[in-house]
Each structure stands twice: as C-alpha cells, then as structure tokens.
C-alpha cells in the first residue's frame, strides 16, 4: 500500500489537460469489438480500468493493438470465446457491459471474475432484466455476484423499466439487445449518461432516444472514436479552485450534457463557471474555467444524481468549505460502488473536523469548517483517493493519505497534477508500504 503526504497548497491557479474520459473510453472498445470492420481509438483513458476492458476483450478473442501514445486499434472477435474465466479485475463497467454483451454472443459458457472488492458489487441490476430476455447466467458466488457464468443464447427483446437511473444497466440491456429478436425498450426514472446511445447512433444502430430508448437489433459498423478529457477527473480541479478561491481552467475536456451536472452544482454554490465549446463529434467537447471566492450551502435531489453520482463525494468536500448546510439525498447508489462511499467520505471528513453527517441516501454537511490535517484512507477507491486529497489540499497542516495507489484506476499521474495548482511547493512525498 502507497501513501501520499500532502499540505495545502493555497490559492489555486491551475491551466492543464486530463485523461480520456473512462465512460467514453470502455464503450469504444467494447462497442467496437461488436461491430463489423475495425477502427481506431485515439485519447484512451490510461488507468486500470480501462486497462481491464481491453484485457478482457483480447482475452474474449479481439484484437486490441497498440498505435500510438493513448492510441489502440480495435477489431471485434469472429467468435466470443474464452480460454478461461474472463478476469474483470476492479472495473465494474467491464464486468456489467460485458454481460450484455456476451449473453446472446458467448460460444458456450464464459465465466466472468473480478478481485474482491468486484465480488463483492451486486451484478443482479444487470442479470435479472437480461434473464428477462432469455440470458442465462449461472451464480458461482452467491446471488447476483461474481464470478458469473453466462452462457450464450438467442435473446428475446424486451420492455425495462429500471428502478435505478444506471447507465451502466442501460448499456449492457442494449448490447444485448443488438443480437436480440425484436425491439427492446427502455425506461428509467431519470435520465442516465448517454454514452451509449450516442456511439449506437454514429455506428448506424436502428436506436431512437426520445421518450424511453428504444432500439431494434441489427449490425453496426465500426468507427474512429476520439476520446476527450474525463469530465469527472477534471471535476476535482475546478472544484479545488472553488472550494479554495483562484482559477482552474481544464481544457480539451468532454462536455456530453449527461455529465456537465457538476457544472451546475458549482454554479449553484457560487462559483463562477465559463465553458467554451471547441469541437462536436461523437461526444461534444471544450474548455471549462472556474473561479470562486465562497460558496454557500444547497440541497441535491434524486432527480440530479445520476448526472452527478461521481462527484458527489467530492461534493461533500467542498460543502465543508461552503456557508449553511448542504444536504444530498437519492444516492443509495454510493453505497455500493468501490466502497461505501458516504461511509467513506463521511469517516474521512470527519478526521478531519468536518461537520457531516451520514443519511441513508446521501449525507448532510454544514460549512464552513476550517479542515485540519489527518490520516486518511482511501478505502480501496479512486474516487475517495481524489476527493479526500483535495481536502487534505485545503486543510490546516499536513495529511497523510494511505492507499494512494487506487487513484490510478482512472487517473495515473493526479497527485503530481495536484501538486501544480497552488502556490505552495514541494508538497507532496510517496512512500510504499
């Protein structure tokens, strides 16, 4: 386990570039190994997961092959098939759309696995609505957890109609559905990222997004993808610079509407938020410049979650910072990723002198507190890394944040990327355990 020390760092000013968005990228390689011809794959997100998509696609018979910095090509197998059980590693995404994809595809039976902390995360969201169309996916692990044994078969579309907003769920429903009989349709209470459907529509899917989804199977064609920035890892700079006064400015970054629900709740908050669009393909992409000095509390609702269900933990960093109280409900669904995220950011604020507390379905935080330094700990999770880090760049003294390698599942390189927004130097110093 690696360690990380950090100390304020001051006023913020920050001007920089981050990886390839990570929803964009797993979809361009999966979407890509389903279609007929290859294609080229440019901006890949360079962190662990990611890197599991693409193992776990050559391991299933694609041919993912290098072609530059941050580039791959891709070409989809003849046949899905696999020597042995497919190994998902952390990535949650790989595992759930790759069900999708493999139930009416998979040559025989294809086992899917992950380490523990993905054995652990209910895979059920995505099993039983496939099992509605005639998937069959045998437990190994307990109900609705890996390691999962799909065995492919012909597929009947179907009408869902999805408890929880998911983008997710919603993905591995539609790849299932392109080899399916018939139309498959899909509702949710909110709307989730549209990743997905916007890829769908450029490779040629029949795919109709207004109102609920609805999709009939058919080929897709195989097409370049340039990956823009990670909206959600840029997230934790322009939040820095909210939360501690001066400017970020993020370039080249993805700004899919599903995903700019941050933007908003800064704008809500107080801070000043300029975005320039600078080019549309696929996914419509541009800068983004945030400036701010104080923020003030405000209430997020079921209805803002799913836009926003990555940074809320980052959220309830900033609301320490904020004047009033800050209150997020409708985000069960934090409990059940990486690690128990309103656990886990609730116990590291808390280190820290925070005034928070945890509910049910989200947490309430009531500002502004001035942080002290502490121990951390990551719990396993990138995302808690990222956004107890940025507390600990805010903070009174210096902190110590164990775990620190789990921030380069989305984002290698964001500690020595912090250590260039503020004022102070030399502010940081590893140590592997």
């Known amino acids: 386990m690696s360690e990380v020390r950090l100390a304020p760092l001051g006023r913020i000013r920050a001007r920089l570039r981050v990886p390839g968005d990570k929803s964009i990228s797993h979809r361009a390689l999966i979407l890509n190994s389903l279609a007929e011809g290859g294609a080229t794959v440019t901006g890949l997100a360079p962190g662990l997961d990611v890197g599991s998509t693409a193992t776990a696609l050559a391991a299933l018979g694609a041919e993912i092959a290098p072609a530059g910095p941050g580039a791959v090509t891709v070409t989809g197998p003849s046949v899905w098939k696999a020597a042995g059980p497919v190994d998902c590693r952390n990535s949650g995404t790989t595992a759930r759309l790759l069900l999708g994809a493999l139930a009416p595809r998979a040559e025989g039976e294809v086992v899917l696995d992950g380490d523990g902390s993905l054995r652990r995360r209910p895979m059920d969201r995505v099993a039983r609505p496939l099992a509605a169309m005639g998937a069959e996916i045998v437990e190994r692990n307990g109900p609705g957890r890996l390691p999962l044994a799909v065995r492919g078969r012909p597929l009947v579309g179907a009408s869902h109609r999805l408890e929880v907003a998911s983008a997710q769920v919603k993905s591995a429903l539609l790849l299932a559905g392109l080899a399916a009989e018939g139309e498959t349709a899909i509702a949710e209470p909110f709307p989730s990222r549209d990743h997905t459907e916007r890829m769908l529509g450029a490779m040629g899917a029949r795919i109709d997004t207004h109102g609920e989804i609805r999709l009939e199977p058919g080929p897709i064609r195989a097409i370049d993808v340039a990956v ?120 590291g604020l808390s280190d820290m002198g925070a005034d928070i507390e945890a509910l049910p379905d989200g947490f309430v935080v009531r500002g502004p507190t001035r942080l002290r330094g502490a121990r951390l700990d990551a719990h396993g999770d990138h995302r808690i890394g990222m956004a107890l880090a940025v507390a600990a760049s805010m903070a009174q003294g210096r902190s110590i944040l164990a775990g620190a390698e789990w921030v380069d599942v989305s984002y290698p390189g964001f500690f020595e990327a912090l250590a260039g927004c503020g004022d102070s130097k030399s502010i940081l110093s590893w140590r592997s355990a």
């Open 228 to 347: 823009p920035g990670d909206l959600s890892s840029a997230s934790f700079f322009l939040g820095l610079a909210a939360a501690a006064g001066g400017e970020a400015v993020v370039e080249g970054v993805g700004l899919n509407p599903g995903r700019t629900g941050f933007l908003s709740l800064l704008e809500r908050l107080g801070a000043d938020v300029t975005v320039r669009p600078e080019m549309e393909g696929v996914e419509p992409a541009g800068s983004v410049t945030v400036r701010a000095d104080g923020l003030r509390g405000i209430d997020v609702g079921p209805e803002e979650v799913p836009g926003t269900i990555d940074e809320l933990p980052l959220l309830a960093v900033l609301a320490t910072q904020a004047s009033g109280q800050t209150r997020v409900t409708g985000a069960r669904e934090l409990r059940v990723k990486e690690s128990d995220r309103i656990a886990a950011i609730v116990a």
